[in-house]
């Protein structure tokens, strides 16, 4: 007969302990997030044989372990505070504990919590934008040389204004041309775009005052425009520049109106300039402002110096000059060299041609200058005639004359064609 263990060993039985079902915990509200969790489902353990919390009976007087079963927490990264642990004894008693703050590093509520607004600004755009910054910093500050170098220092205030503003630098660029001190400044500008003319960029423009500048020291002629020491002499100086800019007078033909006056009038003989002063009533003082006058076309004034030439070599060998004979000379085409050569000619010829024309005046045989001068440097035939004419009336006068011969004529004039006797 099979006999209970418990009874062979004097055990008593363990009695049968009831299930105990854990009360659900009550909602637990969060004061950080302001949001109220849910409670977990409760868990449910059964005590005895077979169970793994099996509870062992002991002896009376002892007392029983207990064993907790807990309503388990939310917890992110560490465990979530209890809800109430419960000790449960054989006794059927039950000793609560309040509710426990959350443990754990770094552990924190869980629940509906709004995430925090990033407001840090990205680094490569905060660098982006101090670059922008500086380059255009650095556009202005070259503008304000550029304008310096322009003698327009007095625009610099402008300049910052503008970039205080936040416009561009094309923008305060195109501002500032507008503005009284460059149009005093580049004043040969305005005065090409009232006539009709294309208005120049500023680098040609300077070049242009250089260039002039530069022809003028070469001929000794450097304070014509003006010393421009103090900023009134400057300004002075810019705006007698700026009259020649404004008549379209290139750096080519200042230099050309320059040397003609220089050379070909001012250095040249003393009858040359003697002739210019003569037609034209200019002095040696002021051929350099004759010359340099915009309104006077280049062409005319070559005219004027050759016609002085001409007129110089006529006063050279002793004879009259009129500004109206030079100038038709000069534009038929007769240079300084031609001059000398023909009126050195005429000086011989033309006294015995006059006196010759005097005697044969009654037959309508004139010969004067005018006429020497038609015949020997146009090559008029009417005055050639005239001039064989009087040859043949003093051979004619002559002939026959005992002792006459071609060599026996005074004059070279008259030796050149005719066989009669002297004069």
């Known amino acids: ?98 509710d426990t703050g959350n443990t754990g590093d770094g552990g924190t509520n869980t629940g509906d919590t709004k995430p925090k607004e990033d407001t840090t600004e990205d680094a490569s755009l905060t660098y982006a934008k101090m670059q922008d910054e500086k380059a255009r910093q650095d556009a202005f500050a070259l503008l304000k040389d550029v304008f310096n170098s322009y003698g327009l220092s007095e625009l610099a205030a402008e300049i910052e204004s503008y970039m205080r503003e936040g416009i561009g630098t094309s923008q305060a660029t195109l501002r500032l041309k507008q503005s ?24 040609s423009y300077l070049d242009l005052e250089n260039s002039y500048s530069e022809t003028l020291k070469a001929y000794g002629l450097q304070d014509y425009f003006g010393v421009g020491v103090t900023p009134n002499e400057r300004k002075n100086r810019q705006k007698a520049i700026a009259d020649v800019i404004g008549k379209d007078i290139s750096a080519v033909e200042f230099k050309d109106r320059v040397s003609t006056a ?3 009038v001012k250095m040249a003989d003393p009858a040359t300039k003697s002739a210019f002063q003569q037609f034209y009533g200019i002095g040696e003082a002021d051929l350099a402002k004759y010359f340099l006058d915009p309104s006077k076309s280049l062409v005319t004034l070559k005219e004027k110096a050759t016609a002085a030439e001409i007129g110089g070599a006529a006063i050279g060998q002793g004879l009259p000059a009129t500004a109206a004979s030079a100038e038709d000379l000069a534009k038929f085409g007769i240079s300084r060299e031609q001059a000398q050569v023909g009126y050195s000619t005429i000086a011989e010829e033309l006294p015995t041609a006059t006196k010759l024309g005097q005697i044969y005046d009654e037959e309508g045989i004139t010969y004067g200058q005018t006429e020497a001068e038609a015949a020997t440097f146009k090559g008029l035939a009417s005055a050639k005639r005239k ?7 003093e051979e004619a006068a002559f002939q026959g004359s005992s002792g006459v011969a071609p060599a026996g004529l005074k004059t070279t004039y008259l030796r050149q064609s005719s066989s009669a006797g002297y004069f």
């Open 262 to 264: 220089v050379d070909r």
């Open 1 to 98: 007969m099979a006999t209970n263990p418990n009874q062979r060993e004097g055990r008593v039985p363990a009695p049968k302990i009831p299930a105990v079902i854990a009360k659900p915990t009550a909602p637990t509200y969060n004061p950080l997030s302001g949001m109220v969790a849910k409670p977990a489902a409760p868990s449910t353990f059964t005590y005895g044989l077979g169970n793994p919390l099996e509870t062992r009976v002991t002896k009376p007087g002892q007392t029983l372990p207990t064993t907790t079963v807990t309503s388990s927490g939310s917890s992110s990264r560490g465990s979530s505070g209890s809800k109430g642990s419960t000790n449960k004894t054989p006794g059927g008693t039950t000793d609560g504990t309040g």
């Open 180 to 203: 009284t001190a460059y149009k005093e400044r580049f004043y040969g500008n305005e005065l090409r775009r009232n006539a009709g003319l294309n208005v120049i960029d500023e680098a």
């Open 387 to 393: 001039r064989e004419q009087l040859k043949a009336r």
